[in-house]
């Protein structure tokens, strides 16, 4: 791990790729592997956390209790979903300010009408552009130093066309957006075009089976993107893996076929950090 803050890591060369999850866990678990940042996302807390789907059932008391337990457990810097911001301009600067004395590196907002729904569904509501600039405005007046960066995510490709979407991302950049977001973005040509356009740093989302076709961070790099998202993946490898393992079990009622696919107790154990705490523990008591 290379303990850069997000500055540093956009300052510096290359993409970045950022693994997405809702849950301490997930995240913890995305520093060991060595990711450089995480995203907390919005998706993958509704359901790993709560059981619920993204349409706006969860709102700012359980996000900032996540990020809270997320950040007791991890170091990187956090990029976190933040929806449409919880309210109006008071709220998103509550949640801002909320979110940067947690430590996060990073707020993102979005242009959907509340209550949202995931980007890459269907049937999105997008707010008028002047009013999605306002949460922008307001998000960078709530922070308290600029190396907290604000992220503007338009979900207008799908619902208003491609046009629009440039034009609302111009826009959040007027008001003072550090990052630019397109979600459900639909072909290589149309990324070049966002990323050619306007003036970035940008980032784009890799969600399996959505809008946007899957590529490769190298081929992300070559077009121009400064940072990839990966936000449910680990969420929804452990939806198929557990449901597979549950029907299983309720089957036979004998895990031991599935040994080969679990960490042992040990490896859990050693993810969780306990080793790490026996030994803090041993030194204070022969102190």
């Not at 979110?99 to 509340?114: H, K, P, R, S």
């Not at 050619?196 to 946007?212: A, F, R, W, Y």
């Not at 993810?271 to 523990?281: H, R, T, Y």
Request: aromatic fraction near 6%.
């Amino acid at each position: 791990m290379s303990g850069k803050t997000l500055p540093q890591l956009l300052a510096g060369d290359g993409i970045i790729v950022v693994p997405g999850g809702g849950t301490a866990l997930e995240l913890r678990l995305a520093e060991i592997a060595g990711f450089e940042a995480g995203y907390v996302s919005g998706y993958a807390t509704a359901a790993a956390v709560y059981g619920v789907p993204d349409v706006g059932l969860i709102a700012f008391n359980e996000v900032e209790a996540n990020v809270r337990a997320i950040r007791s457990v991890t170091s990187i810097p956090l990029i976190v979903d933040c929806d449409t911001g919880y309210g109006d301009v008071a709220n998103v600067m509550r949640t801002v300010r909320g979110l940067e004395a947690l430590g996060a590196g990073a707020a993102q907002f979005e242009d959907q009408t509340w209550p949202k729904k995931c980007g890459h569904m269907e049937g999105k509501i997008i707010e008028p552009v002047e009013r999605a600039a306002e949460r922008i405005r307001a998000a960078v007046a709530g922070r308290s130093s600029p190396d907290f960066k604000i992220i503007a995510r338009t979900d207008a490709r799908a619902p208003l066309g491609m046009e629009e979407a440039m034009h609302r991302l111009k826009v959040y950049k007027e008001a003072g957006a550090d990052i630019l977001f397109m979600d459900a973005i639909e072909s290589p040509e149309e990324m070049k075009r966002q990323v050619g356009e306007l003036p970035g740093p940008h980032m784009v989302n890799m969600s399996e089976t959505g809008k946007t076709p899957l590529m490769s961070a190298d081929e992300l790099e070559a077009l121009g993107y400064k940072i990839v998202i990966f936000p449910s993946s680990m969420t929804r490898i452990m939806v198929r893996q557990l449901s597979q393992f549950m029907g299983m079990l309720r089957e036979t009622g004998d895990s031991r076929s599935w040994l080969d696919r679990m960490a042992s107790l040990d490896e859990t154990n050693a993810a969780l950090g306990l080793p790490e705490l026996d030994n803090v523990s041993a030194k204070i008591r022969a102190a």
